[in-house]
Nanobody, 119 residues
Framework: VQLQASGGGLVQAGGSLRLSCAAS????????EGWYRQPPGRQHELVAM???????SYLDSVKGRFTISRDNAKFTWDLQMNSLNPEDTAIYYC??????????????WGQGTQVTVSS
């Protein structure tokens, strides 16, 4: 399964960006889709996740500013990021957990997309 992320870029503080991720391959279904990030000099962290029941979870610092959504039929999901601040600067990675057609589980990662927020 391959994940293709897009939508990163440079934005001024207070601005918005929308990240998108698309999964392709012999996918039976996805149990969760998410976005992680790695800020400069810091550890990898979970930003947002949406589970197969539609429930969502967010990093505390992005609650109320970021929204994760998905299209189950297309195996795509987005991260709408509003009110961005310089602390959101990071490489963002999309992630998916699911099962192949044959039933085996998988976890896949996208290639990472840079988000830079200038002050």
């Amino acid at each position: 399964v391959q994940l293709q992320a897009s939508g990163g870029g440079l934005v001024q503080a207070g601005g918005s960006l929308r990240l998108s991720c698309a999964a392709s391959g012999p996918i039976l279904g996805l149990s969760s889709e998410g976005w992680y990030r790695q800020p400069p000099g810091r550890q990898h962290e979970l930003v947002a996740m949406i589970a197969d029941d539609g429930s969502t979870s967010y990093l505390d610092s992005v609650k109320g500013r970021f929204t994760i959504s998905r299209d189950n039929a297309k195996f795509t999901w987005d991260l709408q990021m509003n009110s961005l601040n310089p602390e959101d600067t990071a490489i963002y990675y999309c992630n998916a957990v699911g099962r192949y057609y044959a039933g085996q589980p998988f976890t896949s990662w996208g290639q990472g997309t840079q988000v830079t927020v200038s002050s």
